[in-house]
């Protein structure tokens, strides 16, 4: 076998192309972490060593002892980092080292501003990992050969990291994977000893895998560097760090720059951690768990294949990445680990699915999850409003999905309310019922698409002159969720913009008197309306939550709203048809001028211009703008 034969030279996939040369440029001024991010590596490929190694123990090769390497040059300016953990064969090299395997990376890449400071905090977020090597070196080898594989079945990847790397066969005497940096001339800092030993406890610490390095002899510094070719092999290692898995200690034990240490090893993410829940369960169930909510909403948030879960373990050992089976879709966002005493080790997901065990774990967890956010809330508002800010859209698939909790979910909603001075949504439900006034049993809420659509909907006339909060419900999966959502705390929840007004005990006798005086009135013109607009309404009725405008358009209770009608033609589906009301207001003067009109042209040209306006502040589209215009130019120009 001849190497030659083997080596190919191949380009990078554009995407990784990308992603290199901005992560070079954009992680400057973090550059150590290129070390927490292989480190990282080589403990998940012990991880999954051990893993492998339960159903054939045969590939650990008397070599049981999983550890990570480090080594340095002071005089060639390398970084050395080993493991004798799973390795790779030369397609998973490639696969794994030459493209992005993340689907959504090019959009990702797309939404990128070419402003540095705001693209290194998105790239955190997407996990930089084994390409942080670059950020220190100029060129970059791999060597590594898979457990099971032959010494000659070893691979050699290089790259400088620009446009291609090269692969070839090569030779590697014990399993695992060897990273060599070489460092740019100006990184040389990196290749020593008490550097890489603060880097290595600072980012290390927290793994169970033991770090090793060179012990040091401080006393013959430099008579070892002299005699150091020769007395290789009498050359001892020393760990590092602690190796001691995180979770496996006692909370008081813990620091808090530990806890966050370890969710950017479990989450690939760059930044901090809002918060974590880490618990220890004895009883029935036996597990340990570690819960964290991520400071950033990751770029896939919204795919529904992406990569969700937490890393469980059994008996500390590793099982799987993204076990999805532990906490409900509405809690994806959150990140961590799962240790059980009670699951089997050779469990696979699809025995996850069914396991009792693994039933009573997760609703056990995402209570803990609920309750984490819930003190969340009440201890830091501000943290929490950075949570809502990033996730909040994601929770509020949990009442639709989960019955159990839903009341729990609901308490931890927020939304911006017609008592709000800024536009952020931070106010709870239950704060929002401390408010009520005296005889008020409902939550109103309306539905639109945006703030200002909503702040300036005809629906709140009445409830500002009354002064009744109302609910703003802003985002795209408001209507939806308002849908799963009937009452909270004993109150039904009314959407203003549907039915007939009913403020129940808010009415007060005397205006009721005066508002069927001036139906009266009016009686006739509704029947009136109709006949001009026809088909296009369902019903012509005098309206009362109207102070300001002269229309407004209502629907029925049940009837689909304009929010969840567009989500629907958006992607295609069929959309039943349903008619709105078209609801005057009796006290307004356009109306009684409207009534007392007799001529039926001018009186259809009116009625148009008041349908198309209600149309309009209900977030709606005209039928035909331009007719629309030129009706009202026309009745502009009868103004004398
Ligand atoms: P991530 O770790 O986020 O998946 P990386 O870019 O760091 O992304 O690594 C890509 C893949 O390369 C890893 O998922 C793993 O399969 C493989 N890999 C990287 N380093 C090692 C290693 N030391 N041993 C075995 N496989 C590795």
């Not at 408001?478 to 039915?499: A, I, N, P």
């Given at each position: 076998?001849?190497?030659?034969?083997?080596?190919?030279?191949?380009?990078?996939?554009?995407?990784?192309?990308?992603?290199?040369?901005?992560?070079?440029?954009?992680?400057?001024?973090?550059?150590?972490?290129?070390?927490?991010?292989?480190?990282?590596?080589?403990?998940?490929?012990?991880?999954?060593?051990?893993?492998?190694?339960?159903?054939?123990?045969?590939?650990?090769?008397?070599?049981?002892?999983?550890?990570?390497?480090?080594?340095?040059?002071?005089e060639n300016n390398t970084i050395t980092i080993s493991d004798n953990g799973i390795g790779m064969n030369r397609d998973e090299v490639i696969a794994n080292l030459g493209t992005i395997a993340k689907s959504g990376t090019a959009q990702f890449l797309e939404s990128l501003t070419?402003?540095?400071?705001?693209?290194?905090?998105?790239?955190?977020?997407?996990?930089?990992?084994?390409?942080?090597?670059?950020?220190?070196?100029?060129?970059?080898?791999?060597?590594?050969?898979?457990?099971?594989?032959?010494?000659?079945?070893?691979?050699?990847?290089?790259?400088?990291?620009?446009?291609?790397?090269?692969?070839?066969?090569?030779?590697?005497?014990?399993?695992?994977?060897?990273?060599?940096?070489?460092?740019?001339?100006?990184?040389?800092?990196?290749?020593?000893?008490?550097?890489?030993?603060?880097?290595?406890?600072?980012?290390?610490?927290?793994?169970?895998?033991?770090?090793?390095?060179?012990?040091?002899?401080?006393?013959?510094?430099?008579?070892?560097?002299?005699?150091?070719?020769?007395?290789?092999?009498?050359?001892?290692?020393?760990?590092?760090?602690?190796?001691?898995?995180?979770?496996?200690?006692?909370?008081?034990?813990?620091?808090?720059?530990?806890?966050?240490?370890?969710?950017?090893?479990?989450?690939?993410?760059?930044?901090?951690?809002?918060?974590?829940?880490?618990?220890?369960?004895?009883?029935?169930?036996?597990?340990?768990?570690?819960?964290?909510?991520?400071?950033?909403?990751?770029?896939?948030?919204?795919?529904?294949?992406?990569?969700?879960?937490?890393?469980?373990?059994?008996?500390?050992?590793?099982?799987?990445?993204?076990?999805?089976?532990?906490?409900?879709?509405?809690?994806?966002?959150?990140?961590?680990?799962?240790?059980?005493?009670?699951?089997?080790?050779?469990?696979?997901?699809?025995?996850?699915?069914?396991?009792?065990?693994?039933?009573?774990?997760?609703?056990?967890?995402?209570?803990?999850?609920?309750?984490?956010?819930?003190?969340?809330?009440?201890?830091?508002?501000?943290?929490?409003?950075?949570?809502?800010?990033?996730?909040?859209?994601?929770?509020?698939?949990?009442?639709?999905?989960?019955?159990?909790?839903?009341?729990?979910?609901?308490?931890?909603?927020?939304?911006?309310?017609?008592?709000?001075?800024?536009?952020?949504?931070?106010?709870?439900?239950?704060?929002?019922?401390?408010?009520?006034?005296?005889?008020?049993?409902?939550?109103?809420?309306?539905?639109?698409?945006?703030?200002?659509?909503?702040?300036?909907?005809?629906?709140?006339?009445?409830?500002?002159?009354?002064?009744?909060?109302?609910?703003?419900?802003?985002?795209?999966?408001?209507?939806?969720?308002?849908?799963?959502?009937?009452?909270?705390?004993?109150?039904?929840?009314?959407?203003?913009?549907?039915?007939?007004?009913?403020?129940?005990?808010?009415?007060?006798?005397?205006?009721?008197?005066?508002?069927?005086?001036?139906?009266?009135?009016?009686?006739?013109?509704?029947?009136?309306?109709?006949?001009?607009?026809?088909?296009?309404?369902?019903?012509?009725?005098?309206?009362?939550?109207?102070?300001?405008?002269?229309?407004?358009?209502?629907?029925?209770?049940?009837?689909?709203?304009?929010?969840?009608?567009k989500i629907m033609e958006a992607s295609g589906q069929a959309v039943p048809e349903t008619k709105p009301h078209f609801e005057i207001n009796p006290e307004h003067p356009l109306v009684a001028r409207l009534d007392k009109e007799q001529d039926e042209e001018r009186f259809g040209d009116l009625v148009e211009i008041l349908f198309g306006q209600a149309s309009l502040a209900d977030g709606g589209q005209l039928d035909d703008p331009g007719e629309f215009s030129a009706r009202l130019n026309k009745v502009l120009l009868q103004?004398?």
């Amino acid at each position: 076998m001849t190497t030659e034969a083997q080596a190919e030279t191949r380009g990078f996939e554009t995407e990784a192309k990308q992603l290199l040369h901005l992560m070079i440029h954009s992680l400057y001024s973090n550059k150590e972490i290129f070390l927490r991010e292989l480190i990282s590596n080589a403990s998940d490929a012990a991880d999954k060593l051990r893993f492998a190694a339960l159903s054939k123990p045969e590939l650990l090769e008397n070599d049981s002892e999983l550890k990570v390497q480090i080594d340095f040059d002071g005089e060639n300016n390398t970084i050395t980092i080993s493991d004798n953990g799973i390795g790779m064969n030369r397609d998973e090299v490639i696969a794994n080292l030459g493209t992005i395997a993340k689907s959504g990376t090019a959009q990702f890449l797309e939404s990128l501003t070419g402003d540095q400071q705001k693209d290194s905090q998105l790239i955190g977020q997407f996990g930089v990992g084994f390409y942080s090597a670059f950020i220190v070196a100029d060129e970059v080898e791999v060597l590594t050969r898979k457990a099971g594989d032959t010494a000659e079945q070893a691979s050699h990847w290089k790259s400088k990291g620009e446009s291609e790397y090269t692969i070839e066969s090569a030779e590697k005497a014990e399993r695992g994977t060897t990273v060599t940096l070489h460092l740019k001339a100006d990184e040389k800092e990196f290749a020593e000893s008490f550097r890489l030993r603060s880097i290595v406890k600072r980012y290390a610490d927290h793994l169970s895998i033991p770090v090793m390095m060179e012990k040091q002899d401080f006393g013959q510094a430099e008579d070892d560097e002299e005699n150091k070719d020769k007395e290789e092999t009498a050359v001892e290692y020393e760990a590092v760090n602690a190796a001691k898995a995180l979770w496996t200690r006692s909370r008081s034990e813990v620091e808090d720059d530990e806890y966050k240490e370890f969710y950017k090893h479990v989450s690939h993410d760059f930044e901090d951690p809002l918060d974590w829940s880490h618990n220890r369960v004895e009883g029935k169930l036996e597990y340990t768990s570690l819960l964290y909510v991520p400071g950033r909403a990751p770029f896939d948030l919204w795919n529904r294949d992406a990569a969700r879960g937490l890393k469980l373990y059994v008996q500390r050992v590793f099982i799987m990445d993204d076990a999805e089976q532990f906490l409900p879709l509405y809690l994806r966002f959150m990140k961590g680990v799962v240790d059980s005493n009670d699951i089997s080790l050779n469990v696979s997901r699809e025995i996850l699915q069914k396991d009792p065990a693994v039933d009573s774990m997760r609703s056990a967890l995402t209570k803990r999850a609920l309750d984490m956010l819930s003190k969340l809330r009440k201890n830091d508002k501000e943290k929490y409003n950075s949570f809502w800010e990033q996730f909040g859209q994601v929770l509020k698939e949990g009442p639709a999905e989960d019955f159990t909790n839903r009341e729990k979910v609901t308490k931890l909603l927020q939304f911006t309310t017609t008592n709000s001075t800024t536009e952020a949504q931070d106010q709870s439900l239950d704060e929002y019922i401390e408010r009520m006034q005296e005889n008020q049993d409902k939550i109103y809420y309306l539905v639109a698409d945006s703030l200002k659509a909503a702040q300036n909907s005809p629906h709140l006339e009445i409830f500002r002159k009354k002064g009744i909060e109302v609910v703003l419900m802003t985002d795209r999966i408001d209507e939806w969720l308002m849908g799963h959502l009937t009452e909270y705390e004993g109150k039904q929840f009314q959407d203003v913009s549907r039915g007939e007004l009913d403020l129940g005990k808010l009415e007060d006798e005397e205006e009721k008197e005066q508002q069927e005086e001036s139906e009266k009135a009016l009686e006739g013109l509704t029947e009136r309306i109709k006949n001009s607009l026809s088909d296009r309404v369902n019903e012509v009725r005098l309206t009362h939550r109207l102070t300001d405008s002269a229309a407004c358009l209502a629907i029925d209770e049940g009837a689909m709203g304009a929010q969840m009608r567009k989500i629907m033609e958006a992607s295609g589906q069929a959309v039943p048809e349903t008619k709105p009301h078209f609801e005057i207001n009796p006290e307004h003067p356009l109306v009684a001028r409207l009534d007392k009109e007799q001529d039926e042209e001018r009186f259809g040209d009116l009625v148009e211009i008041l349908f198309g306006q209600a149309s309009l502040a209900d977030g709606g589209q005209l039928d035909d703008p331009g007719e629309f215009s030129a009706r009202l130019n026309k009745v502009l120009l009868q103004l004398q």
